[in-house]
């Protein structure tokens, strides 16, 4: 696995891991895990309660979506960085509205905080990156790298230099 290239591919990296971690906990050891979000774990579940069901499908997916992340990161696919930053404020506003509501606990406002900063920090990384003319952040944008389409500079022969295009101008 490469290192992050660029400001908004270590924020994405960061998430990847920890979704990937904290599904691992979920898996190997769902009580802590509700401890941490701040549910009762009590001493029995009644019959029909299928909290631990649920709960290792969701450790299932969070470790899944770490797996995606990182992935993204090592291809530096700047059209998933985007993504993220859209859907992880959904997640904030949904989660904020849960915890305002009383569906849950305050304590998982902390997870709804988590994801409201990570959608900003990937923001400004990207910014960043764009504004600090970063070779990663203009080579290509819509796809993981190595994916670029190519255009030749000598009349479509393949004869002249290859250039990176951008996907979006290549369509």
């Known amino acids: 696995m490469r ?29 802590a895990q509700l401890r941490l979000l701040g549910f009762e774990v009590p001493e029995q579940r009644a019959p029909g309660d299928y909290t631990g069901t649920f709960l290792m499908a969701s450790s299932m997916a969070s470790f899944n979506m770490g797996v995606y992340y990182l992935l993204a990161t090592a291809t530096e696919w700047r059209a998933f960085f985007r993504f993220t930053v859209f859907f992880r404020l959904v997640t904030f506003s949904v989660f904020t509205l849960a915890v305002l509501a009383d569906i849950a606990p305050d304590r998982f406002f902390g997870v709804a905080a988590w994801e409201g900063l990570g959608a900003l920090a990937t923001f400004l990384g990207l910014r960043w990156d764009a504004r600090a003319g970063s070779p990663v952040a203009s080579a290509d944008g819509a796809g993981p790298v190595g994916t670029e389409k190519t255009v030749s500079a000598g009349g479509g022969d393949g004869s002249g230099p290859a250039t990176a295009a951008s996907a979006d101008t290549a369509r």
């Not at 290239?5 to 906990?25: P, Y």
């Open 3 to 31: 290192l992050p290239r660029s400001g908004a591919g270590w924020t994405i990296a960061v998430f990847g891991v920890l979704a990937l971690v904290m599904g691992a906990v979920g898996l190997l050891w769902p009580e």
